[in-house]
């Protein structure tokens, strides 16, 4: 395979939350602090605030905060990735061509796991998912990670799919015919469900990974590893055969405070 030689001067941010930290530091990011509506309201505002990250503290009905456009425009993916953004596209096309393997790590070490873990679900009381304008179907997820795992060769496959929660347990995805569509199909010829874990709050560079245009058969882990010049530690889902990341920092301090303990 080809290297290409990109220059990097700093390292790619690790997790969803050392991003905000970053974007709050050097002021990208706008709080909104005003309780706002999932319906249309929270969407408008973000729409309007365009190219900037915006921060929901307040939103009806819920006590999750959600978070708007951390990835909205080329220079912040870039920053994000620790590059210039003139060197963007060739850091994502050396990843693309040298993907780095994720590093299992052990369930009691993965800080994932120390979260909440649901046995009963209702999806719309649990996550607060907007409906974004009077012409959408209704509540989406419009940015999780979708990932699933080919059961022959093992190599799972990371893109997103927006997701409409149709019943409490239920998502409807539109899959274009690409490789979580040939994954679907081949497990519908074996008479079997096609297992996904579904990652809300990716870091930037793997965000940018899901998006590569791969060889099927490549994991896009391994290309967002390749993009933050380490390998992605992931760990085991609880109930599925897949693997997601496992980092995150623990929810404490500014801007993710619960609400009445200096949330801002
Ligand atoms: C925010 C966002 C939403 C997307 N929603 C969909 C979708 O609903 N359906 C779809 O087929 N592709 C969607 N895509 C595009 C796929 O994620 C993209 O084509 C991906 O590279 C496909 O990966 P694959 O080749 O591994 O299947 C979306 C992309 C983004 C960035
Ligand atoms: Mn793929």
């Not at 304008?133 to 799919?161: M, S």
């Not at 809300?200 to 993009?227: R, Y």
């Amino acid at each position: 395979m080809t290297m290409l030689a990109v220059g990097s001067t700093k390292r790619a941010t690790r997790t969803f939350r050392t991003w905000l930290d970053a974007l709050q530091a050097d002021g990208r990011l706008d709080v909104v602090e005003r309780t706002v509506d999932l319906r249309f309201k929270l969407a408008a505002i973000a729409k309007r605030l365009d190219g900037r990250a915006v921060l929901f503290t307040s939103v009806a009905g819920h006590t999750m905060p959600v978070v708007c456009g951390i990835v909205s425009t080329r220079a912040m993916i870039a920053d994000a990735c620790g590059c210039a953004e003139r060197d963007l596209a060739h850091r994502f096309a050396a990843a693309v061509a040298e993907p780095v393997p994720a590093t299992p790590v052990a369930r009691e070490d993965a800080p994932c796991k120390a979260r909440v873990v649901l046995d009963g679900i209702d999806l719309t009381a649990m996550l607060p998912l907007p409906v974004h304008h009077e012409h959408d179907a209704g509540q989406y997820v419009t940015a999780g990670l979708f990932i699933v795992r080919d059961p022959v060769t093992r190599k799972q496959n990371v893109c997103i799919h927006r997701l409409q929660a149709t019943g409490p347990n239920r998502f409807g995805a539109l899959i274009l015919p690409r490789h979580t569509h040939h994954l679907q199909a081949a497990a519908e010829r074996r008479g079997e469900p096609l297992e996904c874990a579904i990652v809300i709050g990716a870091d930037p560079a793997t965000l940018l990974a899901s998006q590569a245009s791969t060889a099927f058969g490549v994991d896009e882990l391994e290309v967002a590893g390749a993009l933050r010049g380490a390998p992605l530690p992931v760990v085991r889902c609880e109930t599925v055969d897949i693997d997601t990341m496992a980092v995150a920092r623990p929810r404490t301090g500014p801007p993710f405070a619960a609400p009445g303990e200096g949330a801002r």
